[in-house]
């Protein structure tokens, strides 16, 4: 194949799904997964009806340890390589350490920290050799703010994210790669759904702090283009990233701890 291949993790709905559509626009061919195929073929057909690029839809899970390894071996199958690798598959756990199971959190940390770690360590290699690459690591701005009580994995696995895009930025700017971590803040999605934070958020949160999926999207294909290790799209969220960075240590946990309740369970 002439065109280059995108890689999507979490693509069903939400950044996923607009970052397909960004790509496609660009010309890039999709892998798309996530565990739900229903929607994935939705969402493929209707790409490639739009943008006349070629998918590929592979169902996995990546709560298990073997999903990357099988995403990818499904890819080498097709005689695909990943150009641009967006990892956007993510979810929140709600509710205080001590009181969920472990099983919960272990499998949590696998899809937020082994499994993006595992797919970019996969595919830097060739995309070295090739001299051309993209990675998106789709973090949060909770990743660059203090912690708050409840969901408490979920601020420091992003802030994981950032740092670990960090790194590999700099590792590979000389070497046609480009790597950014996207910060998202409130953001239009199934996400909040799904956490079961939707009514909670809703009701606490002004209209102006929310940004469309395809927004954030937008923005985190830009920042990778560009070479930017960081993008945290919204002046809103802008202005909240620069606050933390200022504000003392003890100020900061002090405002998460009188306001955190109104966006996580506990």
């Not at 956007?88 to 509710?95: E, R, S, V």
């Not at 990743?143 to 790194?167: D, M, N, V, W």
Request: aromatic share 8%.
């Amino acid at each position: 194949m002439d065109r280059r291949l995108a890689l999507v993790t979490g693509a069903s709905a939400g950044i996923g799904a607009a970052f397909a559509r960004i790509l496609a626009s660009h010309g890039y061919d999709l892998a798309l997964t996530a565990r739900r195929t229903d929607r994935l073929e939705k969402l493929a057909e209707e790409i490639r009806l739009r943008s006349g690029v070629e998918t590929l839809c592979v169902a996995a899970d990546l709560a298990d340890p073997e999903g990357p390894g099988q995403i990818l071996d499904t890819l080498t199958a097709h005689g695909r390589t990943v150009d641009f690798l967006v990892n956007n598959a993510g979810y929140g756990l709600p509710g205080v350490y001590a009181e969920t199971r472990w099983t919960d959190q272990a499998a949590f940390l696998q899809v937020m920290l082994n499994a993006p770690c595992e797919l970019a360590h996969r595919v830097l290699p060739g995309m070295v050799a090739r001299r051309f690459g993209r990675i998106v690591n789709v973090a949060s701005l909770a990743g660059l703010i203090p912690g708050a009580a409840g969901h408490t994995l979920y601020g420091a696995s992003k802030s994981f994210l950032i740092k670990f895009s960090q790194s590999l930025h700099l590792e590979t700017r000389d070497e046609g790669v480009h790597v950014s971590a996207l910060c998202p803040g409130f953001t239009y999605s199934e996400f909040h759904d799904v956490n079961g934070t939707r009514a909670m958020v809703s009701q606490s949160t002004p209209a102006w702090a929310w940004l469309g999926a395809d927004e954030v999207a937008a923005a985190g294909y830009e920042a990778v283009e560009a070479n930017r290790a960081v993008c945290v799209p919204g002046a809103p969220n802008k202005a909240v990233a620069a606050f933390a960075k200022l504000v003392p240590d003890d100020w900061g946990l002090a405002l998460m701890a009188s306001q955190g309740s109104r966006f996580r369970k506990t």
